[in-house]
């Protein structure tokens, strides 16, 4: 009788071929002996030579914190200004770093308010360095700029409210008057980026930037962006433990999305700006691994609530008049909101008030902290 097509009897050569092929199959599923065995992963070294831009209102001042305890902690060289900020709005010198010199060496950790200058910052950082910084949706960061700067920015200023700045801005900003840096296109200029610029020249500049930063992180996604950050300096897991700085009061406002398509199209280097990191930290993100992310997000907040609750009386944040020590009391700006600080819980042990008090201390006293610890009494000279 013939078998039916398709079923015709197999030669002992052909089953014995079809018994190989089927066993190797099955070995590699199981991970056998035929099995390429992939190459272990080799451990990351934790980085000491970093450089974070602190730009403006982004939430960069916990980040300070953050750097500043890691710093102390390890013994490491910080680039401190001669006062609290390196000259700025001009340019970042190498001469504005106390210490600096011939034979003074470079530093480890550079965190402080500058006006980005690669090749000045080159002078001072080892060739290693690992860059990072923040961003914001200018969408809000303006309102918060407004609201902080009033003092500062004359183009604020003179402005009876928001509305009124966004109903016609040209009407009270003029370019090039000391102080209204802060008033349009804050983040492109804490960069250092050109202004004017040629509108087709902005993708060629901010894929430059890039290369030196080689990852901005976004404040409105702040405990996605210190996963990020842990992941790329290899750092353990409580260097990213903080508590939230500068957060403002009652005096926040909620921003209408109108508001917030003005204060886009108005700052629109900063939205480019904004909108390129954006996809940068996203992508990363992906590369990084969402369910992963959200994973370590999690333990962050987690961590977070275990320590606020040990170490600040309240639980959280409370205005700068309720605080008792007063180098916890965070900077207020003149004629602007009301900021936020930390006061700790009584009776923590010495050990637990170190932590607390380290991770509750405001930038410019843990500045001068560090200044003490590096170089002894406090100078004065230089801006």
Not at 326 to 342: A, S
Request: aromatic share 12%; with cysteine.
């Amino acid at each position: 009788m013939k078998a039916p097509p398709g079923c015709r009897r197999l030669s002992p050569l052909g089953v014995a071929l079809g018994l190989c092929v089927t066993l190797g199959f099955t070995l590699g599923l199981l991970g056998g002996p035929f099995r390429r065995r992939s190459t272990p992963s080799v451990p990351c070294r934790p980085r000491s030579h970093v450089l974070f831009l602190k730009t403006h209102k982004t939430g960069g001042s916990s980040l300070v914190n953050l750097l500043s305890r890691f710093g102390e902690s390890r013994g490491l060289r910080f680039a401190l200004p001669h006062r609290y900020q390196f000259g700025y709005p001009a340019p970042f010198r190498a001469e504005r770093v106390r210490g600096f010199g011939p034979r003074g060496g470079k530093f480890d950790l550079l965190c402080h308010h500058m006006r980005f200058y690669l090749p000045e910052v080159q002078r001072v950082m080892p060739n290693d360095t690992f860059f990072f910084s923040i961003v914001r949706d200018p969408g809000t960061l303006g309102e918060s700029a407004f609201s902080y700067f009033r003092g500062a920015a004359p183009a604020f200023r003179l402005s009876p409210s928001l509305d009124a700045f966004l109903a016609s801005p040209s009407r009270f900003f003029r370019p090039g008057i000391r102080g209204n840096h802060y008033a349009k296109n804050l983040q492109w200029f804490d960069f250092g980026l050109p202004d004017p610029v040629d509108p087709k020249k902005i993708p060629e500049i901010l894929q430059n930037l890039e290369k030196i930063f080689p990852l901005v992180l976004l404040a409105e996604n702040f405990d996605e962006s210190l996963v990020l950050l842990r992941d790329r300096l290899c750092w353990p897991r409580d260097s990213v433990d903080l508590f939230p700085h500068n957060s403002r009061g009652e005096s926040r406002k909620k921003i209408s999305q109108e508001q917030m398509r003005k204060l886009r199209a108005w700052n629109s280097l900063d939205w480019a700006l904004y909108s390129h990191f954006n996809r940068s930290f996203w992508r990363q993100a992906r590369e990084f691994g969402i369910q992963k992310l959200r994973r370590e997000v999690e333990e962050i907040r987690r961590r977070r609530e275990f320590l606020a609750g040990k170490c600040l009386r309240g639980g959280g944040p409370v205005p700068a008049q309720a605080i008792p020590d007063g180098n916890l009391r965070p900077f207020q700006p003149p004629g602007g909101e009301k900021i936020l600080g930390f006061a700790l819980r009584e009776g923590l042990s010495p050990q637990d008030r170190e932590l607390c008090g380290r991770m509750a201390l405001p930038e410019l006293p843990y500045k001068d902290l560090l200044e003490r610890k590096q170089f002894g009494a406090k100078n004065e000279s230089l801006g």
